[in-house]
């Protein structure tokens, strides 16, 4: 007997909706949720390989306690009560000598991530990180500057957009299957797409335009389009004279940035810039310049990030059709979003937070997500004070933070390294104690509140019985939780428990779920009136391009454009990225994925590696400040000859993982650890690295 299941994959973490195939105890198939508007049966190959994931004898069976030395792969398999009580023990241990906020949790936003958060309140502690920083944090620090709302409040548009502009935004690669569905759409009812990227990816391939820029210099391009709208007077006047305060100031600052001075600096012909100025003038409203994840990762970030917000501010495209839109939770129609733990009224922690994040040195980036890779620094230099021990969970804090080599020093100063995952990841291979969660198959996870332009809600459930000794972390920290006596902020003993008690007064129950998937609090989309009716966030109520935020933190809104310092002759910008066969650092060893893109390579410039004596093909040896590696040469007049790249996720450790164990090399040794001091992302494409034959 077959039986259906609407559910989200977990292959990474867009969260796709999906329609799971289960018979005779097996999942047969998995495809996109038919329900679900832009999804509509599609998946892509990484949520194509869930099974060989959920069917893979190298992922995590049962709870493991490390027998050898720490990276040394000698564990003992454990029964869950030993694993929990001898977690339970060292963490009382830890916290009696260094109180409560001497404990760190890092994970991935998920589903459960509310449960983890109040592990760590009701400990007294700070100190919980998402791997938000890494990700975006810039962008997030840039949309509260302008909107007062975080990127994660702001949604776009696509299939309705008339021209797309991307900043290393590479949709057709770094994959989020609605988007591309939307994008596809947009394209297909004639949308423009200028794409700009140092290298020529599968998104440049489908491109109207493609500008290969000269790395790091984007916001140069953005000084010089804002020089040309603000000239011959491209933007939405009734929009901006009605949200935008600061546009004299932004006029009067990017007044010497002409788009010959921009092309100087980025490579890209100046009467080109004009053109797209001018393109965008003529389809605005219906028009995104795509903020971006991690196209340009510098020491600056924060303010290119601003300046593509404020592009799309004087297109006037937000709250439009076709736009960025801000939004929409249940609250809009009068309903309320599932409930959180972090609802409830929770203990008071022991101030400041180890990364620095809200104190003088960060004070802007995001306190609800931390900055992982300050945290590293705190770890090592114990200031402002111990933190001896880190939670990972779903999360490789080895091989996602920059600088592996300070990581895993970093890793010796600590008394305790718990880490949850279903795979055998680096951080687990270097951890005390691995507890390994079920996969997204074997668990009901927490619901999802799915904002957007209709509020939706979703849900996960188990599909099958766990096939392993594997458990839910929300219920690894309540269990955790019991030892620890802080039981009274988890008021569940089962999933099903803590998704009923999250329904409590949003009006919808665990079975309207079984019909498609998701419930709806609306049926049509819902813009706020761009008249009268936005609800921007900030102190002033406008849209602030000079920013009440960064202002009163002592930095700058319009700082001078400081030139992009081009590498020394030997030298080349490292650039790293996504490839559609992988998420980040978790699926190099799935049975299938492994397969189709088995290692990565260096891509880097045809020219400069004649000058090396490099051949296609050919290993060589990447040196950066902080660490180097051996990875065959990708020899290509695809990439910018100041800049190499290559895929993010490789050079894996753990040696039981072994369809990816020692394949090319990783990019977080060799990147330095530097971070935006506003925004709080890292720059992590500001390292310069040497290439030489191996
Ligand atoms: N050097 C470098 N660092 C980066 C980046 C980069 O390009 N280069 N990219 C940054 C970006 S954009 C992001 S979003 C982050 C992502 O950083 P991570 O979250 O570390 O990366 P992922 O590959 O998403 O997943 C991490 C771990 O989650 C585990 N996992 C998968 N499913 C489950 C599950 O159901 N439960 C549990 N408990 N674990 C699970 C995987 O096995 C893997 O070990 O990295 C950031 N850091
Ligand atoms: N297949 C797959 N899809 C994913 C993910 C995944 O792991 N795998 N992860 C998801 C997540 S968490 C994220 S954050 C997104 C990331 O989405 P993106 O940010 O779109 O992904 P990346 O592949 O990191 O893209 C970086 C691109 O920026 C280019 N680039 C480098 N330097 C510059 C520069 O100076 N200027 C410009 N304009 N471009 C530059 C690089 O060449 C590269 O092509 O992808 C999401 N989708
Ligand atoms: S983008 Fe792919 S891997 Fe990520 S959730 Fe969607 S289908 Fe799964
Ligand atoms: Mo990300």
Not at 106 to 117: A, C, G, I, Q, Y
Not at 314 to 324: F, K, Q, R, T, V
Not at 373 to 378: E, F, G, H, K, M
């Amino acid at each position: 007997m077959s039986k259906t299941f609407y559910s989200l994959c977990f292959m990474c973490s867009i969260r796709c909706p999906i329609q799971v195939e289960v018979a005779n105890g097996r999942v047969q198939w998995v495809q996109g949720n038919p329900h679900v508007a832009g999804i509509e049966g599609s998946l892509c190959p990484k949520g194509a390989a869930g099974t060989a994931l959920l069917y893979d004898h190298q992922r995590l069976h049962t709870p493991l306690i490390r027998d050898g030395e720490r990276g040394s792969g000698q564990w003992r398999s454990v029964s869950w009560d030993e694993a929990l009580d001898y977690v339970a023990g060292k963490l009382k241990a830890v916290i009696d000598t260094h109180g409560g906020r001497s404990v760190a949790l890092v994970e991935r936003t998920n589903l459960s991530t509310h449960v983890s958060k109040t592990f760590l309140k009701a400990l007294g502690s700070p100190n919980h990180h998402t791997h938000d920083a890494l990700c975006k944090g810039s962008v997030n620090t840039a949309c509260r500057s302008l909107f007062g709302y975080t990127d994660a409040q702001m949604g776009m548009q696509y299939d309705k957009a008339k021209h797309i502009v991307l900043y290393g935004r590479n949709i057709f690669e770094a994959v989020a299957v609605k988007e591309v569905n939307n994008l596809m759409t947009a394209l297909a009812n004639g949308a423009q797409l200028t794409y700009i990227d140092p290298r020529v990816t599968v998104t440049a391939t489908k491109a109207t335009r493609h500008w290969m820029i000269r790395p790091g210099t984007d916001l140069a391009l953005n000084y010089g389009l804002m020089h040309v709208v603000l000239k011959e007077r491209l933007y939405d006047e009734a929009f901006v004279d009605r949200w935008v305060s600061g546009l004299s100031e932004l006029k009067e600052f990017v007044r010497p940035y002409t788009p010959e001075w921009a092309e100087a600096e980025t490579g890209i012909p100046a009467a080109q810039i004009v053109k797209l100025a001018r393109d965008m003038s003529r389809d605005k409203p219906a028009v995104i310049f795509h903020f971006g994840y991690r196209g340009a990762h510098h020491i600056n970030e924060i303010y290119l990030r601003r300046s593509i917000l404020i592009l799309n501010v004087l297109m006037g495209s937000i709250e439009a059709p076709g736009g960025l839109f801000f939004k929409k939770g249940p609250g809009e129609v009068g309903r309320k979003p599932a409930r959180k733990l972090t609802d409830q009224s929770l203990p008071k922690t022991e101030g400041p937070r180890a990364d620095g994040v809200g104190g003088k040195d960060l004070p802007l980036p995001d306190a609800s997500h931390g900055v992982p890779q300050t945290l590293i620094d705190a770890i090592l230099t114990e200031k402002p004070y111990p933190v001896k021990a880190l939670i990972i969970n779903r999360f490789d804090a080895l091989k996602s933070i920059p600088d592996t080599n300070k990581t895993k020093k970093a890793f010796d100063n600590l008394d305790l390294i718990v880490c949850i995952d279903v795979n055998f990841s680096d951080s687990a291979w270097y951890a005390d104690v691995v507890l390994p969660e079920s996969t997204y198959f074997e668990r009901t996870d927490c619901l999802q509140q799915a904002n957007g332009l209709k509020p939706q809600m979703f849900l996960r459930p188990q599909v099958i019985p766990p096939l392993h000794d594997t458990r839910e972390s929300a219920i690894i920290l309540l269990q955790l939780a019991r030892r620890m006596g802080i039981e009274q902020y988890f008021p569940y003993n089962t999933m099903e428990e803590l998704v009923a008690w999250q329904l409590e007064g949003t009006g919808f129950s665990r079975t309207d779920f079984e019909t498609k998937g998701f419930v709806a609090y609306a049926k049509d989309p819902i813009f706020w009136d761009r008249k009268d009716g936005l609800k921007i966030k900030t102190p002033s109520g406008k849209i602030e391009l000079r920013s009440s935020l960064l202002e009163e933190a002592g930095f700058p809104s319009f700082p001078p454009y400081e030139p992009v310092p081009r590498p020394e002759e030997d030298r080349f910008r490292l650039v790293v990225g996504r490839v559609a066969a992988h998420t980040h650092i978790s699926t190099q060893n799935n049975p299938y994925l492994s397969e189709l893109y088995p290692e990565n390579n260096l891509w880097i410039n045809k020219k400069r590696a004649a000058k090396l004596g490099i051949a296609d093909g050919q290993e060589v040896q990447v040196e950066s400040r902080c660490g180097s590696g051996v990875i065959k040469a990708f020899v290509t007049d695809l990439i910018h000859p100041e800049a190499v790249f290559m895929v993010h996720g490789f050079g894996h450790e753990a040696r039981e993982a072994t369809r990816c164990f020692n394949k090319g090399v990783a990019d977080s040794v060799l990147q330095e650890s530097i971070t935006d001091p506003v925004g709080g992302s890292p720059a992590l494409h500001d390292t310069f690295v040497t290439v030489k034959a191996a």
